[in-house]
């Protein structure tokens, strides 16, 4: 097989290494170097190879699959480095998008790298990629911080490292814990903080919804579908402007309550504590409660 890239101090007996992207949803989407690759190579490390035959089948790529995934990675790797040693090219797919992104791959690459073996990207789709391209947030620079913990006290506090961040921010989402990890953006990024959720992208049911976070959170909230699916979220940026507004609709809740168990400096101190806003924003907020 002959490929277009210089080879450079690579081990030129080796076969190579074609990281392939593949759908997110509408298998339309497949490039048509993507397929040409997938056919050509001698296997493909998949990430489950089950999902992956149905999408072989599909495209009539009738190349052998075998499995990569996170609990194998390692020990697959050196399999497939000492296959690519002897001349075969082989694919690496992962179940959706683009493989190493927040998906298995990376120890093999590393390893390809470091064996001089030569690495192709096939660049396709990647859901963050075109959550952004049609988000309208500030795209210039960007940050994607993967999944959060799944965890409330580990998610806010990885929420909280981020506060400031003046970068458009990329999350990935289980959407079992969409409503949780909205409200959580509420309390931290503050409600008025303009955020993005885009669902099911090229799916039927694509929806791309921007709002501020109080407003997406309820929207989430009042609607089940929303729930349902596979999910990016986005956040602007922090920006000096908003941070005036910080003091979001469940860090007001939080408030509240503790204004009815203590003194309001105790109620104003704990607030802090629980939703890691700055002491003044909230002690102005409960000096307003208390005059109104
Ligand atoms: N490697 C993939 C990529 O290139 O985007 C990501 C794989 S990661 C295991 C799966 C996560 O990607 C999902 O939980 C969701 O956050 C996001 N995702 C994948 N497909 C999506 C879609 N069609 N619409 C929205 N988000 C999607």
């Known amino acids: 097989m002959r490929f277009d890239c210089a080879r450079n101090l690579l081990n ?99 390893q390809a790298r470091a064996a001089s073996i030569n690495v192709v990207p096939i660049p ?11 988000a309208g947030l500030s795209s210039d620079r960007f940050l994607f911080d993967g999944f959060l913990p799944a965890k409330t006290f580990a998610r806010r506090a990885r929420l909280r490292t981020l506060k400031e961040e003046p970068r458009t921010l990329i999350f990935y989402e289980a959407p079992h814990r969409i409503l949780e990890c909205l409200q959580d953006m509420e309390l ?3 409600g008025k903080r303009l955020a993005l959720l885009a669902r099911e992208l090229t799916k039927t049911f ?35 402007l908003q941070n005036h507004n910080e003091v979001g609709s469940e860090a007001i809740r939080i408030l509240d309550l503790l204004l009815k168990e203590m003194p309001l400096k105790c109620a104003v101190l704990l607030a802090a504590k629980i939703t890691g806003l700055r002491r003044n924003a909230l002690y102005q907020v409960a000096l307003d409660k208390q005059q109104n």
């Not at 396709?124 to 049609?134: N, P, Q, R, T």
């Not at 501020?212 to 990016?232: S, Y």
């Open 12 to 110: 030129s007996t080796a076969g190579s290494l074609f990281v392939v992207a593949t759908p997110i949803g509408n298998l339309d989407d497949i490039s048509t170097r993507a397929l040409k690759v997938l056919r050509e190579v001698k296997l493909i490390a998949a990430e489950d190879t089950r999902h992956s035959l149905r999408l072989m089948q599909h495209f009539g790529v009738s190349t052998p699959l075998a499995s990569c995934h996170k609990h194998n990675e390692r020990d697959a790797s050196s399999r497939f480095i000492a296959r690519l040693l002897t001349g075969d090219d082989i694919a690496l797919i992962a179940d959706a998008g683009t493989p190493l992104i927040a998906d298995p791959g990376y120890h093999l690459v590393y």
């Open 124 to 134: 396709g789709v990647c859901a963050l990629i075109a959550a952004l391209s049609a």
């Open 188 to 190: 931290v990024f503050g």
């Open 206 to 240: 694509e929806t791309i919804k921007g709002l501020p976070l109080e407003e997406l959170h309820a929207f989430v909230q009042d609607d089940t579908n929303q729930q349902r699916g596979e999910c990016v979220v986005l956040v602007a940026g922090w920006t000096k």
